[in-house]
């Protein structure tokens, strides 16, 4: 990294848990290929936030991919911002929506798209999906894996 570069705040260090997806801090560090074409993809199968309305928790499957830019987000980093999510009262649409456009506008990927694959509330699975806008030509888009809904399993 350059002197101008921001140094990673949770790499290397003991980090807690964030109150709120507010207050969580995403580290990016530069892509290491930089002229490559690529995709990136998180899975983070046991997420989980609040209802709004009843405060109950909510449970997805989040897939989310990227081909990086200039940078990439740290992946302790994110894991921490997701986390963060657990005490945070949010509609799946908003929390999915939400994800994708804050590390869109952060990190300035090429292009990002998160599946949302929300667990049944009051027995109706939601999917909620968003992407940056068209994938770069030439980007292999693997499926996200995540089965229609039949238990999850």
């Not at 350059?2 to 997806?21: E, I």
């Not at 530069?30 to 983070?44: D, I, K, Q, W």
Request: hydrophobic residues 35%.
């Amino acid at each position: 990294m350059t002197d101008d570069t921001p140094q990673p705040l949770h790499l290397g260090q003991q980090s807690a848990l964030p109150a709120s997806p507010d207050e969580a801090v995403l580290d990016y560090v530069p892509n290491p290929r930089p002229g490559s074409l690529y995709l990136v993809r998180f899975a983070a199968p046991e997420f989980t936030s609040l209802c709004p309305v009843t405060g109950a928790p909510d449970f997805a499957h989040l897939v989310i991919d990227y081909a990086p830019g200039e940078t990439i987000v740290e992946s302790k980093s994110l894991k921490l911002f997701l986390g963060s999510f657990r005490n945070h009262n949010g509609f799946h649409e908003d929390v999915t929506v939400g994800i994708g456009e804050r590390l869109f506008r952060e990190m300035e990927p090429r292009w990002l798209r998160i599946g949302g694959y929300w667990y049944p509330r009051g027995g109706i699975p939601i999917d909620v999906f968003w992407q940056s806008g068209p994938p770069p030509e030439g980007l292999w888009l693997p499926d996200q894996g995540v089965a229609p809904y039949r238990g999850r399993g």
